[in-house]
C-alpha cells in the first residue's frame, strides 16, 4: 500500500493516546486500532495534518507489536489517505533497542518515532545503530527525532555525520517537560535551537509539552518558527485549562488560537 508521505513535517501533529493514558484518565483515549482511526479522521477534519500514536495490548497497556501497527497503519491509510502516519517506538521502560530496532526493520513504516537516547543509551553510536537509520532512510521512511534534552541533538549528527545521512530538513521534536511532572518551560526552546545552529543542522521541528504550561510553550515554538504536537499523550486541557472533551475539539481550539490555518 502506497502512504502519504509529506516532504516537510506538518505543522499540526495530533498524539491521542501515548504509551500511559488510559480510559480512566479520559473516556476519549482511544486505545484500540478503531479508536484510533476514529480519532484520526476527526482530528485530520480539524486541521491535524499527521498522527503519532501508540498500540494497546488486551490490558491496555504500550506495545510494540509488528502486525500490530501494519493492520493500524493499513486502516488509517484506507480511512485518512492524506495523513501523514507515525509509529512510535518509545520503550516505556518495557522495550530494547534491538526490540526498537526490530519494529522498525519489520514495519518499514511511512513515519517513526524514535528518541535517540533509548536507541542509543552508550551516546556511542553502533555500527548496527548507524544502519538502521541508513535504511529507513534509504527507504523513504520520515524519522521525526525525539529529543528531550538539547544535548540529544549532538548525539543525533554523530549519527547522521556518521551514516553520512543529509541533515537538511531533518525531522525533530524537542520534547518540553515531562509526564511525571517536571515542568515545560518555554524558555528551553531556545537552548535546542541553540544546539541546531551549533551543529550546523538545519532542521525542521516540533514541541510537544504538558500540563497547564502546554499552550506557552506551544505559542513559544510558533513564534520561533516551529511546529506542534498536541493531543491527550502530553495534555488533555484545552488552552482556556478546562478539561477537553476529546482529541479533535483541541486541536481545533489550539489550531484558532496559534493561527495555523
Given amino acids: ?15 491521542p493516546n501515548g504509551a500511559r493514558p488510559k480510559k480512566k484518565d479520559h473516556i476519549e483515549v482511544p486505545v484500540t ?20 500514536f501508540h498500540l494497546r495490548d488486551e490490558k491496555g497497556d504500550h506495545i510494540l507489536n509488528s502486525e500490530m501497527c501494519l493492520k493500524a497503519l493499513n486502516d488509517l491509510q484506507s480511512s485518512v489517505p492524506n495523513m501523514h502516519l507515525q509509529i512510535t ?29 533509548e536507541m542509543i543509551p552508550s551516546r556511542n553510536p553502533s555500527e548496527e545503530d548507524i544502519k538502521l537509520y541508513q535504511a529507513l532512510t534509504e527507504d523513504g521512511t520520515k524519522i521525526q527525532h525525539i529529543c528531550y534534552e538539547p544535548e540529544d541533538l549532538d548525539l543525533l549528527c554523530d549519527v547522521l555525520n556518521k551514516g553520512k545521512i543529509p541533515k537538511d530538513g531533518t525531522w525533530c521534536l524537542f520534547v518540553i517537560g515531562h509526564y511525571s511532572g517536571k515542568v515545560s518551560d518555554p524558555n528551553k526552546i531556545p537552548l535546542f535551537l541553540d544546539k541546531l545552529n551549533n551543529n ?30 498536541v493531543g491527550f ?19 481545533k481550539a489550539v489550531k484558532e488560537l496559534l493561527n495555523l490555518g
Fill in 89 to 117: 517506538t518509545e520503550t516505556v521502560g518495557r522495550y530494547s533497542p534491538s526490540e526498537m530496532r526490530k519494529l522498525a526493520y519489520e514495519v518499514s513504516p511511512p513515519g517513526i518515532s524514535i528518541g535517540i537516547r
Fill in 1 to 15: 500500500m502506497s502512504f502519504y508521505q509529506p516532504e516537510k513535517l506538518p505543522k499540526i501533529m495530533i498524539a
Fill in 33 to 52: 486500532i478503531n479508536e484510533i482511526v476514529e480519532t484520526a479522521k476527526s482530528c485530520f477534519n480539524e486541521g491535524a495534518e499527521g498522527i503519532h
Fill in 233 to 251: 499523550e502530553n495534555s488533555m486541557l484545552m488552552p482556556n485549562g478546562e478539561m477537553a472533551p476529546n482529541n479533535h475539539t483541541k486541536v
Fill in 200 to 229: 550546523n543542522l538545519n532542521a525542521d521541528w516540533a514541541v510537544c509539552a504538558f500540563a497547564k504550561e502546554e499552550i506557552d510553550c506551544l505559542k513559544k515554538a510558533v513564534s520561533l518558527g516551529g511546529k506542534i504536537r
